[in-house]
């Protein structure tokens, strides 16, 4: 997650409060029109909505990943489900980037679609993104493929820090992000996303986010088609001699 550290954030008290932006120096901060892909099995066709011509599925690797999710982080700042569901409308389309750097290299990848999936307690918004296999990206793909480059972070800009502790918005209450009153941990609740302007490749992400295994559900997945296709089958009586005798 893009960010600046608690302590170099200057907190304005006014009457009329700016939106509160993560962001790094550059970054353009503006609302958009949500431009969702259609949730669709057909990832060529997902893909196909963000190029300029039709690329063939050789012509990219394509990876999952999480982005953000609703737990606490570093920073002790955390999303609710409902900013969630924003994020994962506003994330198709964007670029990926590395390193949150928007100020001189261009992307690596475009996100496609974006789903909201569940684990426990945990809720993540996990996109599909796609990276040219060009010689330029081959190195990426690879790093990506290998596991050595696993973490991912989000950059955005929201409205509004609300204090965990008193529900106020955190730059006009006393209460501080990692301290504890009376039993309440205080932390950051992020309220009103406006913009998602890329998700990054990072060395450490601030939540732990990172590439997904596409394949680690298949077994489970493969077995449960298979049932399903051995339910629906006719049953071949092995009687029927019996039958034609009678």
Same mark, same amino acid.
């Given at each position: 997650m893009s960010s600046s550290p608690l302590s170099t954030v200057n907190y304005q008290l006014s009457t009329n409060l700016e939106p509160f932006i993560f962001r790094q120096a550059g970054r353009l901060v503006a609302?958009?029109?949500?431009?969702?892909?259609?949730?669709?099995?057909?990832?060529?066709?997902?893909?196909?909505?963000?190029?300029?011509?039709?690329?063939?599925?050789?012509?990219?690797?394509?990876?999952?990943?999480?982005?953000?999710?609703?737990?606490?982080?570093?920073?002790?700042? %955390? *999303?609710?489900?409902?900013? #969630?569901? /924003?994020?994962? &409308?506003? +994330?198709?389309? !964007? =670029?990926?980037?590395?390193?949150?750097?928007?100020?001189?290299?261009?992307?690596?990848? %475009? *996100?496609?679609?974006?789903? #909201?999936? /569940?684990?426990? &307690?945990? +809720?993540?918004? !996990? =996109?599909?993104?796609?990276?040219?296999?060009?010689?330029?990206?081959?190195?990426?793909?690879?790093?990506?493929?290998?596991?050595?480059? /696993?973490?991912?972070?989000?950059?955005?800009?929201?409205?509004?820090?609300?204090?965990?502790?008193?529900g106020k918005d955190l730059r006009t209450c006393d209460h501080i992000p990692g301290r504890t009153y009376g039993d309440k941990a205080c932390h950051f609740i992020m309220r009103g996303v406006l913009e998602v302007a890329e998700g990054s490749v990072v060395s450490s992400g601030s939540q732990g986010t990172g590439f997904v295994r596409e394949d680690r559900d298949a077994p489970l997945l493969q077995g449960l088609a298979r049932a399903r296709e051995r339910f629906h089958q006719p049953i071949e009586l092995e009687s029927k001699k019996l039958w034609a005798q009678e």
């Open positions: 609302n958009r029109a949500a431009q969702a892909a259609e949730n669709t099995d057909d990832r060529a066709g997902a893909v196909n909505r963000y190029a300029l011509r039709a690329l063939a599925p050789e012509e990219y690797a394509a990876f999952t990943l999480d982005l953000c999710n609703n737990q606490i982080d570093r920073h002790f700042s %955390r *999303f609710p489900e409902e900013e #969630l569901e /924003r994020i994962n &409308e506003l +994330v198709p389309g !964007r =670029p990926l980037m590395e390193r949150h750097d928007l100020r001189g290299t261009l992307p690596r990848g %475009r *996100f496609f679609r974006s789903t #909201l999936h /569940r684990e426990d &307690e945990v +809720v993540s918004v !996990r =996109p599909e993104v796609y990276v040219l296999r060009t010689a330029e990206n081959e190195d990426f793909i690879l790093n990506i493929e290998g596991g050595v480059y /696993r973490e991912t972070s989000i950059g955005f800009s929201f409205r509004m820090p609300e204090c965990s502790v008193c």
